[in-house]
């Protein structure tokens, strides 16, 4: 008897999981993933294109370091949100990578200009505080996945933005321009945060909702930050 109530509760808990993968499939919107399985391959090819433009063994580090966690982000974010993950637990540890890129992402997109455009205190204590940070964003994503979306969206912000802090810095010494294309990446990027604690807007649960938009803010930021190190870090 006891035996069999056992496998009852297996079986009923494997009907769960299984509704609930059936659910998350029925409700994903069909373009989900999509822009970020595009960004991938773009980030690759245009990460070992930095790599080969790079003519000094510092500038080989900072735009390696970079380029990997360009493609570790879109690549780790199509992966999880183009397969159809048949187990829960599948699921939840690709949610937690694909949440803790988005701190590996910020730390790896300020280390070129950290480590090439500033020196002494400024580079080392911004390269100190924000991949610290960026690691215990990373550790509080890993423990805490069913955190509340603002939660997450405040953190990614606020590890975004330390960078701001050296940013006169940054400006004086690669320029004006740069400086624009950094500040306004950073802004779409917070735009992209609202977006996604919100939830709107929006358009197509369907099709293209309100994640889709989230993604396309993202890959916005990043291709003006690709271009502020192509063009004034290296």
């Known amino acids: 008897m006891a035996g069999n109530a056992r496998d009852a509760a297996v079986e009923k808990a494997s009907a769960v999981k299984d509704s609930a993968s ?24 245009l990460g070992i294109s930095l790599l080969m433009i ?27 949100h183009r397969v159809n993950w048949k187990s829960v637990r599948s699921r939840m540890m ?8 988005i701190f590996l992402l ?7 200009f950290a480590l090439l455009n500033l020196t ?12 610290s940070a ?3 964003g990373i550790i509080v994503e890993l423990l805490w996945i069913r955190s509340p ?24 010494t690669a320029g004006v321009w740069a400086g624009l294309l950094i500040a306004t990446g950073g802004i779409l990027y917070t735009v992209g945060a609202v977006v996604y604690a919100t939830g709107r807007p929006n358009p197509s649960p ?12 993202v890959i916005g930021a990043a291709a003006l930050h690709f271009a502020a190190v192509a063009m004034f870090a290296l």
Do not use: N
């Open 22 to 45: 059936e659910s998350i499939k029925a409700i994903k919107p069909k373009f989900r993933g999509v822009s970020h399985e595009w960004a991938f391959f773009l980030s690759l090819g």
């Open 120 to 131: 002494g205190t400024w580079s080392t204590a911004i390269l100190v505080a924000v991949w």
């Open 106 to 112: 910020i730390a790896g997109t300020v280390t070129p």
């Open 54 to 80: 790079a003519d000094t063994p510092k500038k080989s580090l900072a735009v390696g370091i970079y380029a990997i966690s360009l493609c570790a982000l879109f690549g780790v974010s199509a992966l999880y």
């Open 206 to 217: 369907t099709y293209f909702g309100y994640h889709e938009v989230f993604h396309l803010f």
């Open 149 to 172: 979306k603002w939660v997450s969206a405040a953190m990614y912000v606020a590890v975004g933005w330390i960078g701001a802090v050296a940013f006169p810095q940054i400006v004086g």
């Open 94 to 101: 690709m949610r937690r990578l694909d949440h803790s890129m």
């Open 134 to 136: 960026a690691i215990v």
